[in-house]
């Protein structure tokens, strides 16, 4: 693969309990374990981070998928969410759900549109084989 971007981030402190900043600056934030997951709150959390870019990343792949079958993906939106809990292996494991919203295209070409975003997003890419991943199509 050739790449075309590496985007770089540094973590310190005690981890979920600490601070994130990527190399330019434009992200730089503190980090606290969910209530839910046994901590304070309070700051942001590495699940969701990785829901906003998966959301995002997601929502990018979709727009390319649009343009190429010329459907209309204005007003679109793309909800992920992702969960945490222990594997069988005594660490955690993670898990996604993407819902996607097409108002202008019928359900069918909503979920095939989601369905090719799915194979053209990198997030998913990623993910695929890895994690429980489940997508959701609306259209009008």
């Known amino acids: 693969m050739k790449v075309l971007y590496t985007a770089y981030a540094t973590a310190t402190g005690e981890g979920r309990n600490g601070h994130a900043r990527t190399s330019d600056g434009l992200l730089d934030i503190d980090l606290a374990t969910s209530k839910e997951m046994g901590g304070a709150g309070g700051a942001t959390n590495p699940e969701q981070l990785f829901?906003?870019?998966?959301?995002?990343?997601?929502h990018s792949a979709l727009k390319v998928v649009g343009r190429r079958e010329k459907a209309d993906v204005d007003g679109s939106v793309v909800d992920a969410e992702v969960g945490i809990g222990p594997?069988?292996?005594g660490g955690f494991g993670l898990q996604v759900a993407l819902n996607v919203t097409l108002p202008h295209v019928d359900q069918d070409?909503?979920?095939?549109?989601?369905?090719?975003?799915?194979?053209?997003?990198?997030?998913?890419?990623?993910?695929?084989?890895?994690?429980?991943?489940?997508l959701s199509a609306v259209g009008r």
């Open 51 to 58: 829901a906003a870019g998966y959301a995002a990343c997601f």
């Open 109 to 134: 070409a909503a979920e095939r549109i989601v369905a090719a975003a799915h194979e053209v997003c990198p997030y998913s890419n990623a993910t695929r084989g890895n994690i429980e991943v489940t």
């Open 87 to 89: 594997n069988d292996q």
